[in-house]
């Protein structure tokens, strides 16, 4: 404990009466005086402990004594409010207990409560937040999309599109330590393919319009025709054949035959 230097001084009255007394100039570490401003010979003043400390031993009085003040006994020792109990993070001290604060884990973010706390008489200044799991909410603007209103950190989501429609982009999102998807959510967009139009060919089986995704249709060839290319068809996400439509020859055209 630090104290500041005293200084006390002899007052004579008019009857001739010497008064000794001593200043209040009194400043120790830790400690704070309740007393008047002018102290007579025998006089006490009463300390205690500024706050965030707690009386560790000693008297809290000290005595005015022929222009001297006794020695001050009490020491202060800095209050411990007790640990701090969270989850998902920890509690870091500074200075010793005086000052909390919360360092959360990875994935987690703060919620409510105060950055920091103080250590103070009646106990900790204030609560320090919760720390939750961070979490990704389902962005809008999906047309047709199956999902569901959160996902937390690191968890991957699929966007599953409707009977009838075709997913473009990425199929795979996950929830980053932003709290945003990565990468952007995809785009759900109807998918119909056109009537195929095949010249001297003929439908045989399959689809009928509309033609949606994953559709299949099956075409020949008209008499004397020959078909270059796969018969059957499948309609792809783009709204198109695949593979691209066949084409129907004349008969003996690849040969360099020619009919009247």
């Known amino acids: 404990m630090t104290f500041s230097r005293h200084l006390c001084w002899c007052i004579f009255s008019a009857d001739g009466f010497a008064l000794t007394t001593c200043s209040h100039s009194l400043k120790f570490s830790g400690l704070l005086f309740k007393a008047t401003l002018t102290f007579e010979d025998g006089a006490t003043v009463a300390f205690s402990c500024n706050p965030g400390y707690t009386p560790a031993g000693g008297s809290l009085k000290i005595t005015c004594t022929a222009g001297q003040w006794s020695a001050v006994r009490l020491r202060c020792e800095r209050r411990n409010c007790g640990a701090l109990q969270v989850y998902n993070g920890e509690v870091v001290y500074i200075n010793g207990t005086e000052f909390a604060l919360l360092n ?46 959160f996902y937390d950190y690191k968890e991957v989501v699929q966007y599953p599109c409707r ?16 709290g945003n998807f990565s990468p952007a959510p995809p785009n759900c967009v109807g998918v119909e393919c056109k009537d195929p139009v095949i010249e001297n060919g003929q439908y045989k089986s399959g689809s009928r319009p509309p033609h949606r995704l994953n559709a299949k249709v099956t075409y020949g060839c008209k008499p004397g025709y020959t078909m270059e290319g796969p018969s059957t068809v499948t309609c792809n996400l783009n709204s198109q054949w695949s593979p691209s439509l066949p084409k129907c020859n004349k008969y003996g055209l690849n040969y360099g035959m020619r009919y009247c």
């Open 104 to 149: 959360e884990f990875a994935n987690y973010k703060p919620v409510g409560g105060s950055a920091v706390s103080r250590c103070e008489v009646k106990g900790w200044s204030s609560r320090l937040p919760t720390c939750e799991v961070v979490k990704c909410v389902t962005p809008g603007g999906i047309v047709n999309g199956a999902v569901k209103e």
């Open 163 to 178: 009977n009838n429609v075709g997913l473009i982009r990425s199929i795979e999102l996950t929830c980053s330590e932003d």
